[in-house]
Structures are given as structure tokens and as C-alpha cells.
């Protein structure tokens, strides 16, 4: 079964650093983009940017360059997200998603998703 | 970045029903479009892809059509279990891939 199963939810303050991890099984980690999808309390999917775990290649949304980092140790079939300062603006959901087709393919819809993690930032 | 625009953004039906959420894109994105739902607490769900096409497991009541900038999701007859909401996205053109701002379907 293709899976992907992310970490637990975190509490963190305004200013901290996070990295949260996207782990994939039952397929080949190296053949497919992951990319990241941000879901803010009671709102929308935005995408936030995606990453070739095979070359660490990455793209980001204009609205999410400079504020994250996407990461993946192929090593360990996991993705990472990753914030250098947290603002309380970055409390929400954060899904990863496999694309569905083969890196270089046009299948870039998403399935399967990870389960979610809940950031929330407070102080 | 294309921007995707679905309609109605909330309405309420029963079960039984049939139901149509149009999605309409900026700019033409070919069939480069797919349908997720996504229950309260849960991950988005792939239903469609390249526009018509019914992803394995998805049931039948479901269908896409559209092509250019003018697309449809239709369920030809509402179960309770499909009260949920539901998003289209582009991938014709990244980045960024982009989202509708969702539909939720409510229970009349």
C-alpha cells in the first residue's frame, strides 16, 4: 500500500524553529515529487511547493519562497518542512501529497496524502 | 498563477439529489484538472483526474467533465456520505499548482 505518514502535531512559540517529516513507503520514494499543501484553520489548500527526492530539485509558490524549506533525505524515503522562525501566522494543517505520476510524467495531481500535521504557534 | 473559482462556495441538498460544482479557471488549463474531497479532520481525497477520469475505489455517482477553463463535478445521486467539501486544482501550470477555494455540501 502507498502511505504516507507524517509526524505528530507541534506547539511551538512565535520565533522557534520546526522541521516536520513526510514519510513514504510501498513505492519507490525516488520516482515521484512530494509537495506540501498548507491549510489554514476553517480555510482553502494553498500549495506551498514540492521537492524531487531523487535530486532534492525543489519549487516553491510565490507566496512560500523565502518563508520555508522544503528538504528530503532519500536515504530514509522522508520529506521534510521546515521553518527558521515561526510566526503565529503559520499555525495550520500541513499536508504532504505524492504526485501521482512519475517525475517527468504530467500526472502532477495528488494521491495519496499524508494524514496531516497540526502546527500551532503561540505564545 | 491561474486562478481557480468554484461555485457555488457552500449549498445545502438532500440525499438523493443531484448536485453540480462548477469550477472555472483563469486561463485555459486543457483537462490538467482534478477533484478532491475532503471530510472535517481529514486529507483531502482524490476523486477525479484529467478531468473525467474516476480515480480506482471512487464510486460511480461521481463524474467530471469540462475541458479549457469551464469544468464540472457532479454526483448523480447523494449519499449521506458525501457531505463534505470539495476542491478542483489545476496542474497545467506551477508554480504554482493552484486550488478552488472549496465547496462545502451540506445536508438540507
Known amino acids: 500500500e502507498v502511505q504516507l505518514v507524517q509526524s505528530g502535531a507541534e506547539v511551538k512559540k512565535p520565533g522557534e524553529s520546526l522541521r516536520i517529516s513526510c514519510k513514504g513507503s510501498g513505492y519507490s520514494f525516488t520516482s515521484y515529487w512530494i509537495s506540501w499543501v498548507r491549510q489554514m484553520p476553517g480555510k482553502g489548500l494553498e500549495w506551498m511547493g514540492r521537492?524531487?527526492?531523487?535530486?532534492?530539485?525543489?519549487n516553491y509558490s510565490p507566496s512560500f519562497q523565502g518563508h520555508v524549506t522544503i528538504s528530503a533525505d532519500k536515504s530514509i524515503s522522508t520529506a521534510y518542512l521546515q521553518w527558521s522562525s515561526l510566526k503565529a501566522s503559520d499555525t495550520a494543517m500541513y499536508y504532504c501529497?505524492?504526485?501521482?505520476?512519475?517525475?517527468?510524467?504530467?500526472?502532477?495531481?495528488?494521491?495519496?496524502w499524508g494524514q496531516g500535521t497540526l502546527v500551532t504557534v503561540s505564545s | 498563477a491561474i486562478r481557480m473559482t468554484q461555485s457555488p462556495s457552500s449549498f445545502s441538498a438532500s440525499t438523493g439529489d443531484r448536485v453540480t460544482i462548477t469550477c472555472r479557471a483563469s486561463q485555459g488549463i486543457s483537462s490538467y484538472l482534478a477533484w478532491y474531497q475532503q471530510k472535517p479532520g481529514k486529507a483531502p481525497k482524490l476523486l477525479i483526474y484529467?478531468?473525467?477520469t474516476l480515480q480506482s475505489g471512487v464510486p460511480s455517482r461521481f463524474s467530471g467533465s469540462g475541458s479549457g477553463t469551464d469544468f464540472t463535478l457532479t454526483i448523480s445521486c447523494l449519499q449521506s456520505e458525501d457531505f463534505a467539501t470539495y476542491y478542483c486544482q489545476q496542474y497545467y501550470s506551477y508554480p504554482p499548482y493552484t486550488f478552488g477555494q472549496g465547496t462545502k455540501l451540506e445536508i438540507k
Open positions: 484529467a478531468a473525467s
Open positions: 501529497a505524492r504526485h501521482a505520476g512519475r517525475t517527468g510524467t504530467t500526472g502532477n495531481w495528488f494521491d495519496p
Open positions: 521537492i524531487d527526492p531523487s535530486d532534492s530539485y525543489t
